[in-house]
């Protein structure tokens, strides 16, 4: 995934696919490239979510209930190791491995589907504090949707697992508009997932 933050930041988040397995790691490599001079680098967060959809049971006005999870997340502040300051200039590109552990499935987490009764999916929400050169912080954001499969289908080809869309899309992770904030972000306030996917891009490497 990728989004550029007023012509000032970019972001990118680079994965080999957009399947991930239950009880493993996800990994991804986060770049950020700063467009131009003066900025810093705060912390740097990631969170992956799960929303579930019953599709056949309804309120009064017709909406399915759902329910909305964090799976895992993490908070990773940057700091100078040279200067001890607690942010990081952006004088040039930078980028990270993020990892974030995935649960078992059914005890931590559900595999992602889209049945006729229930939907589940799957997001991973990238956020940056960057600080301007006027010192206001402004909260940058990216997300997209990844799939949790069993571990033998990311090794074979089995054919009643959940609807797969496309092997084209497994060098695409995050791909949407990418939004600065007067507040922190609202993981609980993001808009509806959908199955849609588009590319995306954030440098910035956690271990």
Request: negative net charge.
């Amino acid at each position: 995934m990728q989004a550029d933050w007023l012509g000032a930041v970019e972001l990118q988040v680079l994965r080999d696919t957009v399947s991930v397995a239950d009880n493993s790691k996800m990994r991804a490599l986060v770049v950020i490239r700063p467009l131009q001079k003066g900025l810093q680098l705060t912390d740097v967060g990631l969170r992956l979510s799960e929303t579930v959809c019953h599709k056949t049971a309804t309120d009064r006005f017709g909406d399915p209930h759902s329910h909305h999870k964090v799976i895992s997340e993490r908070l990773k502040a940057i700091g100078d190791s040279i200067t001890g300051l607690s942010s990081l200039p952006l004088s040039q590109e930078h980028s990270m491995t993020l990892s974030l552990p995935i649960p078992k499935a059914f005890s931590g987490v559900q595999y992602t589907m889209d049945t006729p009764r229930i939907s589940i999916v799957h997001e991973l929400v990238l956020t940056a504090t960057v600080i301007g050169r006027d010192q206001t912080p402004h909260y940058l954001r990216i997300s997209s949707h990844v799939r949790i499969v069993p571990k033998l289908a990311l090794e074979d080809n089995f054919t009643e697992l959940p609807p797969y869309y496309s092997a084209s899309f497994d060098r695409l992770l995050l791909g949407s508009s990418e939004e600065q904030l007067d507040q922190p972000p609202s993981f609980s306030s993001l808009p509806p997932p959908s199955y849609g996917f588009a590319a995306s891009t954030c440098n910035i490497s956690l271990a």
